[in-house]
């Protein structure tokens, strides 16, 4: 079984920043596909980022140029670098990785991280 937990969330200004980090542990290949998603309250799930082995990443658009997702493969850890962050950011952002490495589909969720961004 795949473990994640996700950390960095928090409350931060218009235009600021935040980091969130994704560590996964347990039976896992340290180069899945692995990606980032959020809920905002009323609101469904959306995608927001992946990476894939290799290196290939991918953004919804309304995070293109300010959200950036990497990988630390020797720490199993997955990170998205939150930049000029807008009150629309404000949601539970998720991590979430898939059994393979270079499809991209979500089969481990992990309990979420709170991210409030205040005008």
């Known amino acids: 079984q795949v473990q994640l937990v996700e950390s960095g969330g928090g409350l931060v200004e218009a235009g600021g920043s935040l980091r969130l980090s994704c560590a996964a542990s347990?039976?896992?290949?340290?180069?899945?596909?692995m990606g980032w998603h959020r809920q905002a309250p009323g609101k469904q799930r959306e995608y927001v980022a992946r990476?894939?082995?290799?290196?290939?990443?991918d953004y919804t658009d309304s995070v293109k140029g300010r959200f950036f997702i990497s990988r630390d493969s020797a720490k199993n850890t997955v990170y998205l670098e939150m930049n000029n962050l807008k009150p629309e950011d404000t949601a539970v952002y998720y991590c979430?990785?898939?059994?393979?490495?270079?499809?991209?589909?979500?089969?481990?969720w992990g309990q979420g991280t709170q991210v409030t961004v205040s005008s």
């Open positions: 979430a990785a898939a059994r393979g490495r270079l499809r991209y589909s979500p089969d481990y």
């Open positions: 990476i894939i082995s290799g290196g290939r990443t």
């Open positions: 347990g039976a896992m290949f340290n180069d899945n596909a």
